[in-house]
């Protein structure tokens, strides 16, 4: 499992991530990212919401309320291209510390 | 028997209650509980102890509601930027059209248009020059307010104690309000951007 503020630091760049291959709705991202995690990343489920609305509030992703054939109605969210723009600047901030830590290890355990 | 409408109609009032009132909110909330209801009963749960789950799995009001209002924060945030970009662009659409369409003298034209480029300049200057200032907490709060006082002051010096003591030509007028403007303009400027990267300094940031 990973540690609390790794899962809360890592959110918005996994559903910047997630949304950039299309658009989806709150429980089927939860379910995406355990099982991409295999359930290593554990959110509650309660508070990836606030985080989706302070994303959309950022004007990074936006929003629709879509009927299901079920009749359910389900609130989908897709990326924007604040967002796209935002994905690419934490991809480069993430891939900066994935490089600096694999020389680091690599030099002290091979 | 057990009856899930109810229940979850039971449950968005204690919602309600605890402050999450916004309709949107609660049925995105109720969609997100009724998927996992669903996945739990098909996964052999009783209706009754799938809801009970769901509903520990999606926190209490008061923690929800605390984080949906960093979600309102934001919202709040990003509307003053839009207003105060508003107000910078009308400022200079309409002091442009002032210096145009105005009868005056070449030099005072070009004066005022000086001292709008020195508005922008220094403007965007310091809103974004204010970002490397390493200060935090109440010596923050006072380098912004002192600098938007100093500003303020200085042009309420400048309206009630120099102006009147001058004679101006009504475009000669213009031009020195537009030099006057400058350091409150500036001062503002730099306390908007002390305000907005409030705890940047406290994170890590990668170029």
Known sequence: MLSKELVAASAEPLILSLLSGGESYGYAIIQEIKARSKERIHWTDGMLYPVLHRMEAEGWIQSRWVEAENGRRRKYYSIKKDGQRALAQQREQWLTVHSVLAGLWKERYV | ?207
């Open chain 2, 1 to 207: 028997m057990f009856d899930l409408d109810q229940a979850i109609s039971d449950w968005r009032q204690q919602l309600a209650a605890g402050g999450i009132k916004a309709q949107d909110v609660l049925n995105e909330l109720e969609s997100h509980l009724r998927d996992e209801v669903d996945e739990q009963v098909r996964s052999g749960l009783s209706q009754q102890q799938a809801f009970e789950d769901a509903v520990q799995r999606l926190g209490q009001a008061s923690v929800l509601k605390a984080e949906f209002r960093k979600a309102d924060k934001t919202a709040a945030l990003r509307l003053k930027r839009i207003l105060l970009a508003g107000s910078g662009l009308l400022y200079l659409a309409t002091s442009s059209y002032a210096l145009v369409t105005h009868e005056m003298a070449g030099q005072e034209r070009v004066l005022g248009f000086l001292a709008l480029g020195f508005s922008i300049l220094s403007g965007l200057g310091l809103r974004y020059g204010s970002r490397w200032v390493r200060a935090e907490g109440r010596t923050r709060t006072t380098l912004g307010v002192g600098g938007t006082t100093l500003g303020v002051g200085w042009f309420t010096c400048f309206m009630l104690l120099i102006l009147p003591h001058l004679d101006f030509t009504i475009s000669q007028l213009v031009v020195a309000l537009l030099w006057a403007l400058v350091p409150m303009i500036a001062s503002g400027a730099f306390a908007v951007g002390l305000d907005e990267s409030k705890g940047r300094m406290l994170g890590m940031s990668a170029k």
